[in-house]
């Protein structure tokens, strides 16, 4: 690590440990020459955590409402450290608020993955129902459309997925580019955009030069802290369902949208999804029954707290028993065994080793709806 003089950024953070309902509060210092993190625990004055190397971290993680994971610690910016930092960074990284309207489940990978390859950051996600009441409560913008009531009941048809979007000016982006992916998909699918569908896929936050709307969408959609429990959820099925889990290796690799297309593709319908930012407890937790079984359990648990995940309520067509046919979509544990006897399967075109193979899946059938409780009942 280097001794010498490097650049430093700082921020005022705080971590909510829903165990004791208590909020720790820290100075985080930056050093984008390595990635490193420091810690100093503001209460008790004194460093909480030296120099490290933390993997998977990026300089575009550091803005203000951003959330840094740093072993297992999901750490929310709130403020600048000090005038050097807020010059440096202040006008350069952003949140833009994203919500994919009701669209047919086949669809679905493509619009994530156009999303992804314009270089968002994917920060949140979750898939939700609407109310017409929520909906106006998590889409302020839309109180004055004229078209009110026709926006309303487009939002409420289904099940939309609301994003957290990071990246330099995300919200002017966003505004541009939401309107360049419409129109592509809308050409790919052979449907017409110009007249009555001018926004198919996306609702955007209202005006986007006006923030604070991006602001009071993101922070309905996605609740922090005490009233996380408050924003608009969606209740699995729980019905010939199995689990699946995109692991964040595949996320940083940009794999999220070709993933879930590839799911989509083979006629598996995703009934409900969120990204979850694992601890240490609840990766073990998930991982309990291979512990000691398996000898990659420890690197299981590490890969799975290593950055944002996606899990999903998995239902394939009503003539197949979903946790059987979509574990052979799956594929074998080790993605090299993977590529030689079964190359078309999940492991075998987005893994890479035994622990990062892409996604986790439910062994057993009757793991499955336990799997999917877990997550959207008990972590949820």
Not at 120 to 140: F, P, R
Not at 188 to 210: I, R, V
Not at 290 to 312: H, N, R, T, W
Not at 355 to 361: E, G, R
């Amino acid at each position: 690590m280097d001794c010498g003089y490097s650049e430093k950024f700082s921020f005022i953070g705080e971590w909510y440990d829903h165990n004791t309902n208590l909020t720790q509060n820290f100075v985080v210092h930056y050093f984008p020459s390595d990635s490193s993190i420091e810690l100093f625990d503001v209460k008790n004055r004194k460093t909480f955590l030296r120099r490290s190397i933390v993997e998977g971290l990026s300089a575009d993680e550091f803005h203000i409402d951003g959330s840094i994971k740093v072993y297992a610690r999901l750490i929310k910016l709130t403020d600048y450290g000090n005038e050097y930092t807020k010059r440096k960074l202040g006008k350069s990284v952003e949140r833009a608020f994203a919500m994919i309207k009701p669209v047919s489940n086949d669809h679905l990978g493509d619009i994530i993955q156009c999303i992804q390859d314009r270089n968002y950051k994917i920060k949140q996600l979750k898939m939700s129902l609407l109310t017409k009441d929520s909906a106006l409560q998590a889409c302020q913008s839309i109180r004055d459309d004229q078209n009110l009531e026709s926006i309303l009941n487009d939002i409420t048809s289904g099940p939309v997925i609301g994003l957290e979007l990071v990246c330099q000016n995300a919200v002017q982006r966003w505004n541009s580019d939401m309107s360049e992916i419409n129109t592509h998909l809308c050409e790919k699918y052979n449907q017409n955009h110009s007249e009555s569908a001018p926004n198919k896929y996306f609702y955007g936050s209202g005006n986007l030069d006006d923030a604070l709307h991006v602001k009071f969408d993101l922070s309905y959609f996605f609740p922090t802290g005490k009233l996380k429990s408050l924003g608009p959820t969606m209740a699995p099925s729980m019905i010939n369902c199995t689990c699946c889990v995109i692991k964040p290796h595949a996320i940083r690799d940009g794999n999220l949208g070709k993933i879930i297309k590839a799911i989509t593709d083979e006629r598996f319908v995703i009934m409900t999804m969120k990204m979850f930012y694992m601890d240490n407890v609840s990766a073990a937790e998930f991982y309990e029954v291979y512990k000691g079984v398996v000898p990659d359990y420890m690197g299981m648990v590490a890969e799975l707290i290593s950055g944002p995940c996606v899990a999903m309520e998995i239902v394939g067509p009503a003539d197949v028993n979903t946790p059987v046919e979509f574990r052979k979509l799956v594929g074998p544990i080790d993605p090299d065994m993977a590529r030689q006897i079964r190359p078309h399967t999940l492991r075998a075109r987005f893994g890479s080793t035994r622990t990062q193979n892409a996604v986790h899946c439910s062994d057993l059938p009757e793991d499955g709806v336990l799997e999917v409780e877990y997550f959207f009942k008990i972590l949820d």
